[in-house]
């Protein structure tokens, strides 16, 4: 069964402050992809990564990185000098690759408040 | 780009009532996926359709059905209504290759 577990359900920092949000995932597919969402008040899901499972490579955009670790099953991300705009909920999310239509499952998702 | 479109964005019913929600994917998706988004929940994965067939079906409760058409735009009808079926529905649609899923903006379902 697959499974994504993000522990933290709220996150409040102090703008410019680095912050990371934790996700451990379960699968027993070796192919798999992991994604990141930010998820605004105005309700909708915005993709920020996908990441296949034999890619461990780390990966940065701007202020966000995102690091994949097969051998603890984590896929954490961080935002560095954040900002109010990055409050949002974000998903952890995790899909088989095994075929064209497979699902994805959510974690639970973290609220993070970035105050001025 | 082209993107998912949903319709309608925002949508009120009184219990009981019937609902349509309608998905239109991205040109050459063939897949659709529903899910719905509780107040301060995660999206659940309701139900998804491959080639127009159905191919897995999660939480969706009876009440509901699905299809997806020979345009490959997709439709989820909710009959009788309950006040918890208010929430944040999502359509998403992938191609051929996994793995590459983009989600609409959604329906905002309220039962009153």
């Known amino acids: 069964a697959q499974k994504v577990t993000q522990a933290q359900t709220e996150i409040s920092v102090v703008e410019k402050e680095d912050v990371t949000l934790d996700c451990v995932y379960e699968?027993?597919?070796?192919?798999?992809?992991l994604f990141w969402y930010k998820q605004p008040p105005s309700g909708e899901l915005v993709f920020l990564i996908r990441?296949?499972?034999?890619?461990?490579q780390n990966e940065i955009s701007g202020r966000y990185s995102w690091n994949f670790q097969k051998s603890t099953s984590s896929f954490n991300f961080t935002i560095t000098a954040s900002q109010v705009v990055d409050s949002a909920v974000y998903f952890c999310?995790?899909?088989?690759?095994?075929?064209?239509?497979?699902?994805?499952?959510f974690g639970s998702g973290t609220r993070l408040s970035i105050r001025p | 780009a082209a993107g998912v479109i949903q319709s309608p964005r925002h949508l009120i019913k009184e219990k009981r009532e019937t609902a349509t929600l309608k998905c239109y994917p991205i040109?050459?998706?063939?897949?659709v996926y529903w899910y719905q988004q509780g107040p301060g929940q995660d999206p659940q994965f309701l139900i998804s359709?491959?080639?127009?067939?159905?191919?897995d079906k999660g939480s969706i409760p009876d009440r509901f059905s699905a299809q997806q058409f020979s345009d490959y735009h997709s439709e989820l009808n909710m009959s009788s209504l309950e006040l918890g079926d208010s929430a944040l529905y999502f359509c998403?649609?992938?191609?051929?290759?996994?793995?590459?899923?983009?989600f609409g903006s959604g329906t905002r379902l309220t039962v009153v």
């Open positions: 699968t027993r597919d070796t192919t798999y992809y």
């Open positions: 999310a995790l899909s088989e690759a095994r075929s064209s239509a497979s699902k994805i499952i």
């Open positions: 998403a649609s992938s191609p051929r290759e996994a793995g590459g899923y983009t």
């Open positions: 040109p050459r998706h063939d897949t």
């Open positions: 990441r296949n499972s034999f890619d461990e």
């Open positions: 359709f491959y080639e127009k067939m159905q191919s």
